[in-house]
């Protein structure tokens, strides 16, 4: 059978023309056109329906317009302009990597609260409603209110119901995010009033903690905001958790058990730097780290297939009626597929949460005719500028921002600008609040040097041990995400099998000294090549604390060979094996041995030559794993006399 171009039915079906079509022969069909555009106007009191001519047929699965006797030439081709001139989304919206922004996230109040008197630099109800049927004309289907807190507004019930009505033009999901301590009361009418959707922050289920996390009691009220979302059935229901080393870890399986018997996500959060939220590297807790600890006494765990535009991976355990999700901001950005703009509670576009460039819109509106059709054309303008300049990744990179995703870094001032909800304020920090995972030693897998020269230039160094030419197509580094961020390469869906890798190293020496010490064991430290061994095997045991990325392995063998050589001034080569029974491969492990074998014979000798030169150090050698076995071409293993 002879189908339709897929590109001629989704481009036709895109601009309302729905196609059904009998083809019972490649040349010969009859086919029932129905056009319902409602862009497209027409003289015509209904669509007409037209039977093909069957001496037409589609050639080469290319589209021929059909003839259409019974409609004017002239009034067939203004009806076909305009399907071709039709948007399937808005233009505003749509930026230069073709996402499509159809979720609005409000600010409706500061993040610091505000005074009895609302400033008169915030939003009035009017202006947030104003701007909200703005963008839902323009194809938005999805607003959230968000802080700081919503509930705080005394008209926030008639927000919600005024942004309901809203769906009449197209707004599908009303939601809201929520601290949740005095919403139980007011939730059944936001929920009459068309709030469809609830976020609950909810760090700890401690009252102790609670308290002194939010310097208020209240855990209580936000437990009885959730027994009052499910029984009246809000889907999706989530609890947003960020996990802090040392502070609420240790609950993680309290919030599991959450899932159990109730509809709820609980969504765990990667903490994150915003101003004045005294981040610090140490509290870190990595998205891996949370599903390693949650495996162990979940083994079964089972990825849910996440929507296009989620910002949560989502998993559930077998058996339970809710699910978990992961919020990966640190370690697996998810710019790709964002589809959110933000406006803040003073009114002003944020096209990206970690991009300082704002636009004020509250300020156009309060211009004479600012909320008329003039000025309404006049912000769809500004909008779509605005949209048009965001960054294909979290924005900053060219302009002072968050350093994100970089290491091997040297001492000294360097600048990161965490951009909170609406805030503005540049944090100046040094080498100690970047992320300890971030500051690995050099080596050529880490991201390129971001160094802040100034607060308005940014000066970038090509990636370490490569030059600056675009790699080839297919190349990527594997620890190193698109958007640049460094992140441990997951394995919990790899098979185990049994790895081996074989690592050698040499140290050269600059005078006969040393080798004639060595040999004669007479070096004052003691025996250089036992001691070297064994300084080989527990640097292989380590290297998961050594090497940031690295996961930590069962090693089933460690060999450390060693042997003089008397060429020239001599040597000392070193060949370390390394086996395991894992889901990773071992080659980090065997270069780790071979270097710590290595540098101990460096410290052992360097009172007899300091001119030695620690060279060639490389896997030769690997076998298992899903890549396949290697070998160095020209490599003869050798084994100790």
Known sequence: ?????????????????????????????????????????????????????????????????????????????????????????????????????????????????????????????????????????????????????????????????????????????????????????????????????LNLSLDTLDEFKFQFMTRRKGLSNVLKSIDAALSLNIQPLKVNCVVMSKVNVDEIPSFLAMTKDKPIEVRFIEYMPFTGNKWESGKMITYQEMLDQIRQSHPDLQKVQDHKNDTSKTYQIPGYKGKLGFITSMTHNFCGTCNRLRITSDGNIKVC?????????????????????????????????????????????????????????????????????????????????????????????????????STSRIHRQPTMGTDSQDPAPGQKLTHVLPSGAAHMVPIHEKAITTRTAKAVSTIKFSNPDAVRLIRSNSNKKGDVLSISRIAGIMAAKKTSEIIPLCHPISISKVQVNLRVVDDGNGAIEILTVVTCDGKTGVEMEALTAATGAALTVYDMCKAVDKGMVLDGTRVVEKVGGKSGDWKEEGWVEWSES
Request: charged share 20%.
């Open 353 to 453: 949460l970690f991009d300082n460039a704002e636009v004020s819109l509250r300020d156009m509106m309060r211009k004479e005719g600012g909320m008329g059709p003039e000025g309404e054309k006049r912000l769809l303008e500004v909008i779509g500028v605005a949209v048009k300049g965001k960054k294909e990744k979290h924005a900053g990179l060219d302009g002072v921002n968050m350093l994100w995703g970089c290491g091997s870094l040297s001492s000294g001032q360097w600048l990161i600008r965490a951009a909170g909800n609406g805030s503005r304020r540049p944090l100046s920090k040094t080498i100690s609040d970047i992320p300890t995972y971030l500051l690995s030693p050099p080596a050529p897998h880490i991201c390129q040097i971001v160094r802040a020269y």
């Open 1 to 197: 059978m002879t189908t339709l171009s897929t590109t001629v039915r989704r481009a036709l079906t895109g601009q309302g023309i729905h196609i059904q079509a009998t083809l019972p022969r490649p040349t010969s069909y009859t086919a029932v056109y129905k056009i319902s555009r409602r862009n497209i106007t027409s003289d015509a009191a209904t669509a007409p329906v037209y039977t093909q001519n069957t001496e037409r047929s589609f050639q080469d699965d290319v589209f021929a317009p059909p003839t259409r006797p019974s409609l004017p030439a002239t009034e067939f081709s203004d009806r076909m302009a305009a399907i071709r001139e039709a948007k399937p989304f808005s233009e505003f919206l749509t930026d230069n990597f073709n996402r499509q922004h159809n979720y609005l996230r409000l600010y409706c109040m500061p993040e610091e609260g505000i005074d009895l008197s609302p400033p008169s630099h915030l939003l009035t109800t009017e202006e947030i409603l104003h701007l909200a049927k703005l963008f839902v004309s323009q194809g938005v289907t999805k607003i959230r209110l968000t802080g700081g807190e919503p509930t705080v507004r005394k008209d926030i019930v008639d927000l919600i119901t005024e942004l309901g009505k809203l769906k009449a033009m197209g707004l599908k999901e009303l939601a809201m995010t929520t601290n949740g301590i005095s919403l139980a009361r007011k939730l059944p009418q936001m929920v009459a009033g068309g709030l469809t959707a």
